[in-house]
């Protein structure tokens, strides 16, 4: 039991970091949040942004990426 515990910590670790990598550096990434489809309304001062493509995508790389992980 305590085998178990201890990998699951250490996953729940390495998602941390690899999500605080990606916030890190999501900027710098080619295409995210600019993709044709993502929402920008600029009116004024008042800027509303929705990446609704972008979304949809990294949704679905996610998805195969888990169902990848699932079948092992």
């Known amino acids: 039991m305590p085998q178990v515990i ?8 390495l998602v941390t970091a690899g999500i605080g990598f990606v ?9 995210v949040g600019k993709l044709p489809g993502d929402i920008l309304i600029r009116k004024g001062n008042f800027t509303f942004y929705f990446p ?3 979304c949809v995508v990294l949704s679905i790389i ?3 990426i888990l169902l990848v992980f699932k079948h092992k």
């Open 23 to 31: 916030i890190m550096f999501f900027d710098k990434i080619p295409l």
């Open 6 to 13: 201890g990998k699951v910590f250490i996953i729940i670790g």
């Open 62 to 64: 996610l998805t195969v």
């Open 52 to 54: 609704l493509v972008t």
